[in-house]
Nanobody, 124 residues
Framework: VQLQASGGGLVQAGDSLRLSCAGSGGRLSTYVMGWFRQAPGKEREFVGAIMRWGAGERYAESVKGRFSISRDNAKNTVYLQMHSLTPEDTAVYHC??????????????????WGQGTLVTVSS
């Protein structure tokens, strides 16, 4: 499976942005899809994940209530909708595909496929 993340850019604090993760070579609906981010000088951080078969989503506390993940199976694409962005959300955002259980969805090594990342910069 190949993943292509897009939609990043420069926005102001308080703005919204939607990232896309387009898949090829496999159906993303059969995978747990995770979003991770890495800010300069910091470790990779779990953002959220959408489980398979309608089993729900999981989000990091730092984004809960502001970010949401959804699927468009017809387009083989997963989205990360971000609202109320703050400078602390500035990072390179990566999508990933794997088959972790809900309890392990925040663990990067549970994902087999990764996109190249898209940069989100939030100015104050």
């Amino acid at each position: 499976v190949q993943l292509q993340a897009s939609g990043g850019g420069l926005v102001q604090a308080g703005d919204s942005l939607r990232l896309s993760c387009a898949g090829s070579g496999g159906r993303l609906s059969t995978y747990v899809m995770g979003w991770f981010r890495q800010a300069p000088g910091k470790e990779r951080e779990f953002v959220g994940a959408i489980m398979r078969w309608g089993a729900g989503e999981r989000y990091a506390e730092s984004v809960k209530g502001r970010f949401s993940i959804s699927r468009d199976n017809a387009k083989n694409t997963v989205y990360l909708q971000m609202h109320s962005l703050t400078p602390e959300d500035t990072a390179v955002y990566h999508c990933a595909a794997g088959t972790p259980a809900f309890s392990a969805a925040a663990v990067p090594r549970m994902y087999n496929y990764w996109g190249q990342g898209t940069l989100v910069t939030v100015s104050s």
